[in-house]
C-alpha cells in the first residue's frame, strides 16, 4: 500500500506535465517546473523579463490557477481535476474547506510553498512560482473555500461546516501527565474536539472552543499539535485507563486497542479499532462513534459503540469509572446485584441514568444500551458488562453514554434532559 501512494507524486506530475504542454503552447509564462523534458522551454531568467514587460496581460490568481493548479483541484476547486480523474485520486477539495495544514492566507501560501510532508501529491511550488505569485494563488483558493467561522492566523487550523480530523504530537493534557507522541484530534462544527492518544485509542479529553494550532508544520520533529479549546471533561485526569478490559470467569484482563481507520464526514464522526489482548489475538472489534449533543444546559457529548466479538474471545468490560475520576456514584446504582461467578450484576435504571461525584461538581451519565449489557462493579468503579460472546457464536452487542458535566442535579434535571436526548 504503502508503495503505491509513494508512487504517486510522479505518476501525476508526468500527467500533469503531458496536461501543461498540450495546453500552453504560446511562450507566455508558465512555471519552467511544469515541462522540465522540453528543450524549448524558457528559462526562469526569460520568464522573470517577460513578466516586466509592460505589454505583459496582467497574470492574476485566477490566470494562475487555471495554469497551475486546476489540472488536479479543478476549476472550480473541487479537487477533481483531469489530472486527479486520470488517476483515479482526488486532491483537496477547496469548496469543503477542511486543510489539514491550516486554512489562513499564510497557510495555505506555506502549502503552495513547500507542498504537503509526507507521501502527499501536491507538489512544491517554491521553484516554478515567484513569492507574489504564491500569494496571489493564496488569495485565490481562498476565494473557492467557504468562509471560516471564525477568524484564524498562522498555523491555526479552523473548522468549517464538515468534522475535521488532524495527528500529531500532543502536548500533556494536565500538568505532570503524559505527552503522546501519536495523539488526534476530532473536531466538529459545534466547536467541540475530541482528543484521543492514538498508540490505545483512549479518549484523553473533550474541549469546547477552537480547533487547533498546528505548531509543528515547519517543525516536524518537536513541535506539537496544539488543541486550542478549553478541556471540559478530561477523564483519568489526564492519563486515563484503558476503556476496555476482558472479563473470563471473573478475572479481568488487560485488552489494548488498535485503530484501523477514523472516519469524519458531514453525518459520522469516529474511529474503528480492535481489541486485542497480550498475546495480539484480536477478541473484538469496534467502532465507536463521537456526537455533540444540543442541550439545554451545554457541555454534552455521545460516545457510542457498536462491538462484534471474535469467536476466540471472553466478555467485554467498559469502564464507566474511568469517566468521572472515580468519585462516588450517588444515582443509579442497582439496589439489587445479582452474583454472576466472581461478579455482581445489576440492571441499568429504566430511564437510563446515571449520576457520579466529579470534583464540586457531578457528572450526568445517560446510558442506552442492549437489554444484555448490565452494570457490574467492582471496588473501583462502575463498570459496563458487554456480553459479545456466546459459546461458538459471533455476538454483537451496542450501547451509548452520553456525558454531561452539571454543577448541581435533580430527578426533575434528568427528565428533563431524557426528553432533550429522545428528540
Ligand atoms: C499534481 C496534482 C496537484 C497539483 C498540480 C496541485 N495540487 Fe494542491 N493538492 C493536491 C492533492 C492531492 C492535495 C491533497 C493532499 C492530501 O490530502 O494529502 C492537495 C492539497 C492542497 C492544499 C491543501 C493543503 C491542506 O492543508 O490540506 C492546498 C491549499 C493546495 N493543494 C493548493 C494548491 C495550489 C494553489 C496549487 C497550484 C499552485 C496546487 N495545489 C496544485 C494535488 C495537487
Known sequence: MKHSIRTWP????????????????????????????????????EVVMMSDDEDEPVHDGK???????????????????????????????????????????????????????????????????????RWMLADFVLTLCPAPEEPASGTRIAIGAHPQIARGLLPAVADG????????????????????????????????????????WNDRGGGELVPLGKAFYVPGGGDPKPAFTAMHFGNERPLSARLKTTLATRDALGLDYELVDKRGTRLATVEERLRVEALSIG???????????????????????????????????????????????????????????????????????????????DAASLHLFVPVFAGAEQVSASFAVTVIGASEWSEELLATLGKELAR
Open 10 to 45: 510522479r505518476l501525476a506530475l508526468a500527467a500533469l506535465g503531458a496536461l501543461a504542454a498540450a495546453s500552453c503552447g504560446s511562450a507566455e509564462k508558465a512555471p519552467a517546473a511544469e515541462r522540465p523534458q522540453e528543450p524549448a522551454a524558457p528559462t526562469v531568467t
Open 63 to 133: 490566470w494562475l490557477y487555471e495554469r497551475n493548479c486546476a489540472g488536479c483541484h479543478n476549476t472550480n476547486g473541487d479537487g477533481q481535476g483531469p489530472t486527479m480523474v486520470q488517476l483515479g485520486l482526488k486532491a483537496r477539495d477547496f469548496k469543503q474547506g477542511g486543510f489539514a495544514f491550516g486554512n489562513t492566507r499564510e497557510a495555505i501560501y506555506r502549502t503552495i510553498t513547500a507542498g504537503m510532508p509526507g507521501s502527499s501529491v501536491m507538489p512544491s511550488f517554491k521553484v516554478s512560482l515567484e513569492e507574489d505569485e
Open 177 to 216: 501527565k503524559p505527552q503522546w507522541p501519536r495523539g488526534i484530534l476530532l473536531g466538529t462544527p459545534e466547536g467541540v474536539t475530541f482528543e484521543y492518544r492514538v498508540d490505545d485509542v483512549r479518549l484523553l479529553a473533550v474541549r469546547q472552543g477552537e480547533f487547533a494550532d498546528r505548531t509543528d
Open 299 to 377: 457541555g454534552a457529548f455521545t460516545r457510542s459503540f457498536a462491538i462484534r466479538g471474535d469467536l476466540e474471545s471472553a466478555n467485554l468490560v467498559f469502564d464507566l469509572g474511568a469517566t468521572h475520576g472515580g468519585g462516588a456514584w450517588v444515582r443509579g446504582e442497582p439496589t439489587a446485584w445479582q452474583q454472576a461467578g466472581e461478579v455482581l450484576r445489576g440492571a441499568i435504571p429504566a430511564d437510563g441514568w446515571l449520576v457520579g461525584k466529579r470534583g464540586d461538581g457531578f457528572e450526568l451519565l445517560h446510558v442506552v444500551a442492549d437489554k444484555n449489557v448490565k452494570l457490574v462493579r
